[in-house]
């Protein structure tokens, strides 16, 4: 009766998770979360004694393998591509995801002009980013926008950006980079991408300096 009851325990666990995944807009999360559900509802038809439930389940748990594996070992494309504030695309961008956007920035403190520093972030020629800075002090950007759409958050981007970008920042004469987190998902993301908390005039900001890999 244990045995049987614990079995069905991981079918539980197992149908919860499946559903989970499709509740994923991120493929890569959907895959993971899959992979796991797949291997616990084919454990749990190999103790019910349900064979072709186990190895049903069993081939979905290699096919997401496959895809994971397919994932992060293919070679992908990431560009910048400079923002005109007065494109109409921008508009219809920020329209679109403007209920997402106002999870993690505050519309008040957006201000989009000739003199920020703003550019979308081409993965594979897709628009999957955006990144907004206004000049703050002499060589740092208050970050107003780091977006990214998502299909795309694996991290992949923000470390495009704040990485693999590090010159484009540097030729513009910024090394530094601040940010007002809103929620503890941000905040989480800040910390991966290398920002520390610091207190600066009696407020509480996340920063980041950064350094040229030929020094």
């Given at each position: 009766?244990?045995?049987?009851?614990?079995?069905?325990?991981?079918?539980?666990?197992?149908?919860?998770?499946?559903?989970?995944?499709?509740?994923?807009?991120?493929?890569?999360?959907?895959?993971?979360?899959?992979?796991?559900?797949?291997?616990?509802?084919?454990?749990?038809?190999?103790?019910?004694?349900?064979?072709?439930?186990?190895?049903?389940?069993?081939?979905?748990?290699?096919?997401?393998?496959?895809?994971?594996?397919?994932?992060?070992?293919?070679?992908?494309?990431?560009r910048?591509?400079?923002?005109?504030?007065?494109?109409?695309?921008?508009?219809?961008?920020?329209?679109?995801?403007?209920?997402?956007?106002?999870?993690y920035?505050?519309?008040?403190?957006?201000?989009?002009?000739?003199?920020?520093?703003?550019?979308?972030?081409?993965?594979?020629?897709v628009?999957?980013?955006?990144?907004?800075?206004?000049?703050?002090?002499?060589?740092?950007?208050?970050?107003?926008?780091?977006?990214?759409?998502?299909?795309?958050?694996?991290?992949?981007?923000?470390?495009?950006?704040?990485?693999?970008?590090?010159d484009?920042?540097?030729?513009?004469?910024?090394?530094?980079?601040?940010?007002?987190?809103l929620?503890?998902?941000?905040?989480?993301?800040?910390?991966?991408?290398?920002?520390?908390?610091?207190?600066?005039?009696?407020?509480?900001?996340?920063?980041?300096?950064?350094?040229?890999?030929k020094?």
């Amino acid at each position: 009766m244990l045995n049987s009851n614990w079995a069905e325990w991981v079918g539980y666990l197992a149908s919860i998770l499946i559903l989970i995944s499709l509740l994923m807009s991120s493929i890569a999360k959907l895959r993971w979360i899959n992979l796991v559900g797949s291997i616990l509802f084919s454990l749990y038809g190999f103790l019910i004694g349900a064979l072709p439930v186990g190895f049903v389940n069993l081939c979905i748990a290699i096919i997401n393998v496959y895809h994971l594996a397919k994932i992060y070992k293919t070679k992908e494309y990431f560009r910048i591509l400079s923002i005109n504030p007065d494109s109409e695309y921008l508009q219809y961008f920020l329209c679109f995801y403007q209920e997402d956007i106002e999870k993690y920035f505050s519309p008040s403190t957006l201000k989009i002009d000739k003199n920020s520093v703003g550019f979308y972030v081409l993965r594979n020629l897709v628009p999957a980013g955006i990144f907004f800075g206004e000049k703050y002090g002499e060589d740092a950007l208050m970050v107003q926008l780091d977006f990214v759409i998502p299909e795309y958050r694996d991290f992949k981007i923000g470390k495009y950006i704040y990485e693999d970008q590090k010159d484009y920042f540097l030729n513009l004469g910024y090394r530094r980079f601040y940010s007002h987190p809103l929620n503890e998902k941000h905040k989480n993301y800040l910390l991966k991408m290398g920002f520390k908390e610091i207190i600066e005039n009696n407020h509480k900001l996340f920063a980041k300096t950064i350094s040229s890999d030929k020094n």
